[in-house]
């Protein structure tokens, strides 16, 4: 063997051992962040009538000065952008529209994402639905549904186990009245990894939206009016997105209807009024 083999052999072993590093070298995926949120109504929810659904709106922007602020009424018209959706968004305060078209956000309202529950025959109708902005800009183009989620995987409907018919006695999950909605949220499905891990709350509201009997046109029911929401002034609240806090909960919300005439006949107000929340934010 030369000396003039060495070096070859040399820079022949250098290169191999790179690619064998490389070989070897393990891409770690993001953990999966989800967000565990319960939101309970006063009695149950109200399973056999389809004028109801029940509305948990998130803003996943990461600016702690904006959220989700319920307003109402608003039009009828089908398909003017809004139609049938509870948070308003406008350029005016309170401004109440009466034909909506997109227009810049009102400033400090600001939602992304709303997930809305309502029952077709008894049976759990569970929608995501989106805003989507014009390219490059705050003015939003249109809503729609993006997903069903799925039942058992996304959310259960459940019994809080708060007291019922005896008083003091707590009734465990499903054996009482099914009060509450449990969303099991990923979160790495609606924001990108860079984003999401910077994002230290998010801001969340909870409405109820009633389709009164005087709103259907023609025969096409398109009318829904909210009927109540949290506070005076619309506040939405923050929940945490931090694995080392323990579940967070709300026990006694202010909630203020608006349009109790317009609940449907065997639904009581309480079937409508969100009473309390918890949330629990999980890495793995």
């Given at each position: 063997m030369t000396s003039r083999t060495?070096?070859?052999?040399?820079?022949?072993?250098l290169a191999a051992g790179a690619l064998g590093a490389c070989a070897n070298a393990v891409t770690v995926p993001?953990?999966?962040?989800?967000?565990?949120?319960?939101?309970?109504?006063?009695?149950?929810?109200?399973q056999q009538n389809q004028d109801i659904r029940y509305i948990v709106a998130l803003d996943l922007s990461g600016n702690p000065d904006d959220g989700p602020k319920p307003y109402g009424p608003w039009p009828l018209e089908k398909p003017a952008v809004g139609w049938d959706l509870p948070f308003y968004v406008t350029d005016k305060t309170p401004g109440i529209n009466l034909v909506y078209v997109s227009q810049p956000v009102e400033p400090g309202n600001v939602w992304t994402h709303m997930f809305v529950l309502n029952f077709v025959g008894g049976a759990p109708v569970f929608q995501q639905w989106e805003q989507v902005f014009k390219a490059g800009t705050r003015t939003r183009d249109r809503i729609e549904p993006r997903q069903n989620l799925s039942q058992g995987q996304d959310f259960r409907l459940i019994n809080s186990g708060v007291p019922t018919s005896a008083p003091g006695t707590p009734a465990g999950p499903g054996s009482g009245p099914v009060d509450?909605?449990?969303?099991?949220?990923?979160?790495?499905?609606?924001?990108?990894?860079?984003?999401?891990?910077?994002?230290?709350?998010?801001?969340?509201?909870?409405?109820?939206?009633?389709?009164?009997?005087?709103?259907?046109?023609?025969?096409?029911?398109?009318?829904?009016k909210l009927d109540q929401w949290f506070s005076a002034n619309n506040t939405y609240f923050s929940l945490a997105l931090n694995k080392d806090l323990p579940l967070e909960r709300r026990d006694a919300l202010?909630?203020?209807?608006?349009?109790?005439?317009?609940?449907?006949?065997?639904?009581?107000?309480?079937?409508?009024?969100?009473?309390?929340?918890?949330?629990e934010y999980k890495e793995q």
């Amino acid at each position: 063997m030369t000396s003039r083999t060495f070096p070859l052999l040399a820079a022949g072993l250098l290169a191999a051992g790179a690619l064998g590093a490389c070989a070897n070298a393990v891409t770690v995926p993001p953990p999966q962040r989800t967000l565990l949120f319960r939101a309970t109504v006063a009695r149950q929810l109200a399973q056999q009538n389809q004028d109801i659904r029940y509305i948990v709106a998130l803003d996943l922007s990461g600016n702690p000065d904006d959220g989700p602020k319920p307003y109402g009424p608003w039009p009828l018209e089908k398909p003017a952008v809004g139609w049938d959706l509870p948070f308003y968004v406008t350029d005016k305060t309170p401004g109440i529209n009466l034909v909506y078209v997109s227009q810049p956000v009102e400033p400090g309202n600001v939602w992304t994402h709303m997930f809305v529950l309502n029952f077709v025959g008894g049976a759990p109708v569970f929608q995501q639905w989106e805003q989507v902005f014009k390219a490059g800009t705050r003015t939003r183009d249109r809503i729609e549904p993006r997903q069903n989620l799925s039942q058992g995987q996304d959310f259960r409907l459940i019994n809080s186990g708060v007291p019922t018919s005896a008083p003091g006695t707590p009734a465990g999950p499903g054996s009482g009245p099914v009060d509450t909605i449990e969303l099991t949220l990923v979160l790495n499905r609606f924001i990108p990894e860079d984003d999401l891990k910077n994002l230290k709350q998010l801001e969340a509201n909870l409405v109820t939206a009633v389709r009164p009997p005087d709103a259907a046109i023609n025969g096409d029911p398109t009318g829904w009016k909210l009927d109540q929401w949290f506070s005076a002034n619309n506040t939405y609240f923050s929940l945490a997105l931090n694995k080392d806090l323990p579940l967070e909960r709300r026990d006694a919300l202010d909630a203020t209807p608006l349009y109790p005439q317009n609940i449907p006949p065997g639904i009581t107000q309480d079937d409508v009024t969100f009473k309390a929340y918890a949330s629990e934010y999980k890495e793995q």
